[in-house]
């Protein structure tokens, strides 16, 4: 299983002015984040990049699951917050607050039974951190998608340094619990970094490894992006 090192930087013409800096509104409860308001300029983008402006500026941690290709959406300008932009914007998309987390998804993906985060995962306990969830969550999943129990594995890719300093209830157990809660959990539980998972299409093949490919756990703690860009993502 191996990640691809799919992100690059590139600059647009979207302005956000925040009242707080940004480490402030990392101290700010998840719920302060969502109802934050920033001033943006009109701009159109691709959903990805929609959501790690969403991410990385209202510092709100996300799970979005898409499909490929992934649309564009138009950001419309003024002020507005989180929730407001995430309510104008997501289109045939929607969104739910689930444990403080912003989970964007198409709901007919979010049901199809090839989902990997619909599989169930009979016991699961949290790492000691980021990092440690990355390799070891996914690993149990792409077991479980061959038909194996939840183990662990090797993954051949480089794991960013934030990932290690980012903390998890150590040994939090789960049983029988749906993958997407377990993840929706971790998120809520660090509020500092969201996870986007592209598939091939809304009715996917449990055993592919696209999902794995089109992976991205991304910080909302970076050295703060300039207000002029966001990241993007090439899903492949």
């Known amino acids: 299983m191996k990640a691809l090192?799919?992100?690059?930087?590139?600059?647009?013409?979207?302005?956000a002015s925040a009242q707080q800096t940004s480490n402030s509104r990392l101290?700010?409860?998840?719920?302060?984040r969502f109802n934050s308001r920033l001033r943006v300029t009109a701009v159109s983008v691709t959903l990805p990049d929609f959501v790690g402006f969403?991410?990385?500026?209202?510092?709100?941690?996300?799970?979005?699951?898409?499909?490929?290709p992934v649309p564009d959406v138009h950001i419309p300008a003024g002020t507005f917050s989180a929730r407001q932009l995430l309510?104008?914007?997501?289109?045939r998309y929607t969104w739910q607050q689930e444990k403080g987390v912003a989970h964007v998804f198409q709901p007919v993906l979010a049901r199809a039974s090839g989902n990997l985060l619909n599989i169930t995962v009979e016991r699961f306990y949290?790492?000691?951190?980021?990092?440690?969830?990355?390799?070891t969550f996914r690993s149990c999943l792409y077991s479980m998608t061959k038909k194996h129990r939840c183990t662990g594995g090797v993954v051949t890719e480089i794991i960013p340094a934030w990932m290690s300093k980012e903390s998890l209830p150590y040994l939090e157990p789960f049983k029988n619990a749906r993958a997407r809660t377990i993840l929706l959990s971790a998120l809520a539980l660090n509020?500092?970094?969201?996870?986007?998972?592209?598939?091939?299409?809304?009715?996917?093949?449990?055993?592919?490894?696209?999902?794995f490919r089109n992976w991205f756990t991304e910080s909302l703690v970076p050295d703060e992006p300039s207000p002029i860009w966001v990241q993007r993502r090439h899903v492949r």
Do not use: C, M
């Open 27 to 32: 101290n700010l409860s998840l719920e302060q």
């Open 87 to 91: 309510d104008n914007v997501v289109g």
């Open 5 to 15: 090192p799919l992100i690059t930087l590139w600059t647009f013409s979207l302005f």
């Open 191 to 211: 509020t500092h970094f969201y996870v986007l998972i592209a598939f091939r299409s809304t009715h996917p093949d449990e055993s592919s490894e696209f999902p």
């Open 126 to 135: 949290f790492p000691r951190n980021v990092a440690d969830f990355h390799t």
């Open 54 to 68: 969403i991410a990385t500026a209202y510092k709100v941690p996300l799970l979005v699951e898409t499909t490929s």
